[in-house]
C-alpha cells in the first residue's frame, strides 16, 4: 500500500530543496521508504514527536534537517515544516509552527 506525498505549502517544498546536497540525497532516500511503509517507518528515519506528529531526520555530512509530518484521510502524507537543524534540540519555534499547520490540514 503506497501512501502519497503532498506539500503543506510549495515553499515547504522549496526550503527543502535548498537544503545541502547531502541532507537532501537522505530526505529523498527516506521520502521513499516513508512512501511504502507509512506509519510503520521507524527510527532512525522517523519519530513519533505526539499527537500525531512525526518528524523525518535526514542527514548528510552537512549537518541534520527535519521534516514535520501528518498522515491525513485517504493514504496521503502531508510534509508541514522542514528546516535544517542548527542545535542539538529541535528548537520550541519550529515544533509551534509544524502543530499550528497540522491543525490547519486537520480541520480542512
Known amino acids: 500500500m ?17 537544503w545541502p546536497g547531502g541532507i537532501l540525497a537522505d530526505f529523498a532516500r527516506i521520502v521513499e521508504l516513508l512512501m511504502e511503509f507509512g506509519p510503520n517507518l521507524r527510527m532512525p528515519h522517523s519519530r513519533a514527536m505526539g499527537g500525531g506528529l512525526f518528524e523525518l531526520r535526514p542527514r548528510g555530512r552537512e549537518g541534520i534537517g527535519r521534516a514535520f509530518y501528518c498522515f491525513i484521510v ?3 502524507i502531508v510534509i508541514l515544516h522542514a528546516f535544517v537543524k542548527k542545535t542539538q534540540d529541535t528548537p520550541e519555534q519550529e515544533l509551534k509552527i509544524a502543530r499550528k499547520r497540522m491543525k490547519e490540514v486537520q480541520n480542512g
Open 2 to 18: 503506497n501512501f502519497t506525498i503532498e506539500y503543506f505549502h510549495s515553499r515547504v517544498k522549496a526550503d527543502i530543496e535548498g
Open 74 to 76: 485517504g493514504q496521503r
